[in-house]
C-alpha cells in the first residue's frame, strides 16, 4: 500500500529496470543507485527499519517502457509523486500566510531534525499547525532513525527522504523567495543573465555584484537569525537559473563542498563563508583573522579534494571563496584561483580588510627602513 521495498523493486522490475538501463546508455547497477537516490527513503515504521520506495514514482518512471508506450523513449527522473500530490502549492501557500523561520526551513537541506511520535502522528487544526509535523505529514520529511525511546515516546530523527522530494522542496522556497525579492521580474531576470554571462567569462567580481543585487532586495524577515545555509539556498537557487549541474553540499572522501556547477566550459566550486556583526570598530575579532579567514577557506578547498569531484566531467575547475557579512547581508570579499593563477577583490559595500592592508603597509615600511639602516 505504501511503497516497495528494495527487494520487491529488483524482483518484480527486473525487466523494467534492464530495459531503462539499456535506453538511458548505463549500467543495471548505475540506474539502482540513481533509482534509489531518487525514490527510496520512506519510513513509516515506528521501528525506523523499513525504508520504502514511493510506487507512484516507480511506476511513473518505467512508464515510457511500459508495452503500450510509445517507441524509442528513454525513462526520466522526476518528482512525480510530488507533482500529482499538489504538496508544493499547498507548502507555498502556508508560507505565504504565516511568519516562517527561513533558516530552519533552509538548513532541513542540509541537516535531519528530531521529531517526537506524537508530533507526527497528533491531528491538529489546519490554523494551528507547526511547519515540522506539516512536512512530516505532506510526505517532506520521513523517519530517518530512533534517537532516544521511553514507554510514553519515542522520539525521531527526521530528514528529507530522496532527491526526488529534495528538488521540489527547492522549487518551494525558491519560488517563495521570488515572491518575496521587491525587484520587477525583468529586473530579476536581467540581472540573472548578467550572473551567467559573468559566469561564463569568470568574471567573479561582476558575479558578487550580480548576486549582492539580488540579496539586498530581499525584506528583512528572511535573514531573521541568517546562517550559511541560508545564504548557500540563496545563492545556489540563482546560479541554478544560469547554470548546470549545480549541487549543494557535495560529499567527497573527506569533507563536503559549498556549492559546485558548471557553466559553458568552467566548471566552479564555492566555498562560503559567513561572518557575523562586522563593523569598522569590531573588536571581537581582529582584520588579520578575518583575512585569514578567506585564506582558510582557499586551503579547506585544496586539502579536501572539492575541485576533483567526478561531475566535473574533466573541465577547468576554478575555485572561489565567498565571505558573507551578515550584518550587510551581502558578499563582502571574494577569492578566486585555480592551478595557474590567483586573484581576489574587495566589493565597495563593505572595507573589510583596509586595517589589514594598511597595517601590513607600515611593517613592510618598517622592514625595508631597518633593512636601510643595517
Known sequence: MLGFTHE???????PYIKEAAKRRGESEAELLVQLKNYYDGFCFDANAQVKL??????????????????????PEF???WMDSSNAADALKEFLSKRQIDFNELCSLKYHDIELDSDELTTPV???QVKILPLLAESGYLTIKGIVSQTDESVRYRCGLPNTAVLKKFDYVLKTHIQDKIKLKPAKVSAVKAALGKALEQGNISQVCKNLNELLCELPYDIYL???????RTLIANWIRDVASNVREETFNYKGRSDIELVKGNNAYVFEL????NITENDAKR?????YRLIKAAAQQI???GYAVNPHTDGLPVTAVVLVISNKRRCIAAWLKFDAHSASCGRLSTINLFNKYNAAQAQINSANQTANSVV
Open 53 to 74: 520506495y514511493s510506487p507512484w514514482d516507480i511506476n511513473q518512471f518505467f512508464d515510457s517502457i511500459a508495452p503500450d508506450a510509445e517507441p524509442g523513449q528513454i
Open 273 to 276: 563563508k559567513l561572518i557575523h
Open 8 to 14: 520487491e523493486l529488483i524482483n518484480n522490475y527486473a
Open 302 to 304: 585544496s586539502n579536501n
Open 125 to 127: 487544526d489546519f490554523a
Open 78 to 80: 522526476k518528482p512525480f
Open 225 to 231: 537569525n541568517a546562517n550559511e545555509a541560508l545564504y
Open 286 to 290: 581582529s582584520y588579520q583573522s578575518k
